[in-house]
């Protein structure tokens, strides 16, 4: 069983920054794709960014493409993303998630563990 718990999540005005974390509790070599999600109310879950850690690629929404970093430590089991200029339209519940096979992108189909979440507000 792979667990992964967010955290960094907070409360910011515009402008502002924030960074998360998340702990993977899985061997790096068998959860080569790590990604951040977020859901902001009434929306549907959106890819954030994405981190495949055996080329090493990362892929960003258009809408973070910037603003955001995701990176990992040197051993995988741990997942940052770095956010700066915080909008209001970023509020949302983050997501941690990992999957070991298939393609490493933006679409969540295929990412079999997720994290429960850690809520960032940013108000204007």
């Known amino acids: 069983q792979v667990q992964l718990i967010e955290s960094g999540g907070g409360s910011v005005q515009a402008g502002g920054s924030l960074n998360l974390s998340c702990a993977v509790s899985?061997?790096?070599?068998?959860?080569?794709?790590q990604a951040w999600f977020r859901q902001a109310p009434g929306k549907e879950r959106e890819g954030v960014a994405v981190?495949?850690?055996?080329?090493?690629?990362?892929k960003y929404a258009a809408s973070v493409k910037g603003r955001f970093t995701i990176s990992q430590d040197n051993v995988a089991t741990m997942v940052y993303l770095q956010m700066t200029n915080l909008k209001p339209e970023d509020t949302a519940m983050y997501y941690c998630?990992?999957?070991?096979?298939?393609?490493?992108?933006?679409?969540?189909?295929?990412?079999?563990?997720w994290g429960r979440g850690t809520q960032v507000t940013v108000s204007s």
């Open positions: 998630a990992t999957r070991g096979v298939g393609a490493c992108d933006l679409d969540e189909a295929g990412f079999d563990y």
């Open positions: 981190i495949n850690s055996i080329l090493p690629v990362t």
């Open positions: 899985a061997h790096p070599a068998s959860r080569y794709c």
